[in-house]
């Protein structure tokens, strides 16, 4: 009877052995994915914006002694074209070439293709981003980004705070070696300009994807977190995410307290694990 019981005891410590072994680990895929997406799409968007102003000025013959604008990534080919009354700029051109150009440590190829009803910093402006050939730092970037300008407010003629309208249509990033890519579209508003003496964008609304295992989801932010930005940092340094594959519970991910690093936070069925961001 002994024998028997410690041979039942045994089955069961290996059974338990067995299931841990088996036990899966957490899935982070579609934070993944997001995180990558956004920090591609807000890194074109400053690139539209410093490309835009920089049309804009060269146009006005606004340069100073020859010198271009800070912001202005020389090793790019800019081009624009005018409104038929000559009162704006209404296409912008941006050619990084098949060899590729870097920027704010991201290198670049192909084209960006902008294009607006008015000037890019009025109100009221509607501005297509448009992606032809494009990767950055290796992953193919498609997709077109419409952007509103709701409101503008200015100091002595110049923006400092605006508010937009941004929705991405059929949006899509393949990885560098061709085998995985995911999907989405998203629609969110965007608050930027300057604040406690930081260059900030403030990103809150929803997304809904495919993530690179083919698995859908829903994005939402948290409306007293919304996703931060600052001038001079690739990544999101702030804010909370809701996210919800399907079939699967809703995870948060957590970007931190404002500091310009590479981790975040997801949390799933109350357990945190730190991630890497792209």
């Given at each position: 009877m002994?024998?028997t019981?410690?041979?039942?005891?045994?089955i069961?410590?290996?059974?338990i052995?067995?299931t841990?072994?088996k036990k899966?680990k957490?899935?982070f895929?579609s934070?993944?994915?997001n995180?990558?997406?956004?920090?591609?799409f807000?890194?074109?968007g400053n690139?539209?914006?410093?490309?835009?102003k920089?049309?804009?000025d060269?146009?006005a013959?606004?340069?100073?002694?020859?010198?271009?604008?800070?912001?202005?990534?020389t090793?790019?080919?800019?081009?624009?074209?005018?409104?038929?009354?000559?009162s704006?700029?209404?296409s912008?051109?941006?050619?990084y070439g098949?060899?590729g150009?870097t920027?704010?440590g991201r290198t670049k190829?192909?084209k960006?293709l902008?294009?607006?009803d008015?000037?890019?910093?009025?109100?009221?402006?509607?501005?297509?981003?448009?992606?032809?050939?494009?990767?950055?730092?290796?992953?193919?970037?498609e997709?077109?980004?419409?952007?509103?300008t709701t409101s503008?407010?200015?100091l002595?003629?110049?923006?400092i705070n605006?508010?937009e309208?941004?929705?991405?249509s059929?949006g899509?990033?393949?990885?560098p070696?061709g085998n995985?890519?995911?999907?989405?579209?998203?629609?969110r508003?965007h608050?930027a300009g300057l604040i406690?003496?930081?260059i900030?964008?403030?990103?809150d609304?929803t997304i809904n994807?495919?993530?690179?295992?083919g698995e859908?989801?829903?994005?939402?932010t948290?409306?007293n977190?919304p996703?931060?930005f600052?001038?001079?940092c690739?990544?999101?340094?702030?804010?909370?995410?809701?996210?919800t594959?399907?079939?699967?519970?809703?995870?948060?991910?957590?970007y931190?307290?404002?500091?310009?690093?590479?981790?975040?936070?997801?949390?799933?069925?109350?357990?945190d694990y730190?991630?890497?961001?792209w």
């Open positions: 002994r024998k019981f410690k041979i039942f005891l045994g069961i410590v290996i059974g052995s067995v841990s072994c899966e957490p899935d895929t934070s993944e994915n995180s990558l997406a956004d920090a591609a807000i890194h074109i690139v539209v914006d410093a490309e835009v920089f049309a804009e060269e146009n013959a606004q340069k100073t002694n020859g010198i271009q604008s800070a912001n202005h990534d090793c790019a080919s800019v081009t624009w074209s005018l409104s038929n009354d000559l704006y700029i209404d912008v051109t941006i050619d098949e060899g150009c920027w704010q190829t192909g960006i902008v294009t607006m008015g000037k890019r910093s009025e109100e009221g402006t509607n501005t297509k981003v448009e992606l032809i050939d494009f990767t950055i730092d290796g992953y193919k970037v997709g077109i980004k419409q952007i509103e503008v407010t200015k002595l003629g110049f923006p605006w508010t309208h941004v929705m991405v059929n899509k990033i393949t990885s070696n995985e890519q995911f999907t989405w579209t998203s629609d508003i608050k406690d003496n930081e900030v964008l403030l990103i609304g994807g495919v993530n690179t295992k859908s989801f829903t994005i939402t948290d409306s977190n996703i931060k600052v001038w001079g690739p990544r999101v340094v702030s804010g909370i995410l809701n996210i594959p399907a079939g699967k519970s809703t995870r948060t991910i957590d931190g307290d404002g500091t310009c690093d590479y981790k975040a936070t997801v949390t799933i069925d109350k357990k730190e991630i890497i961001l």
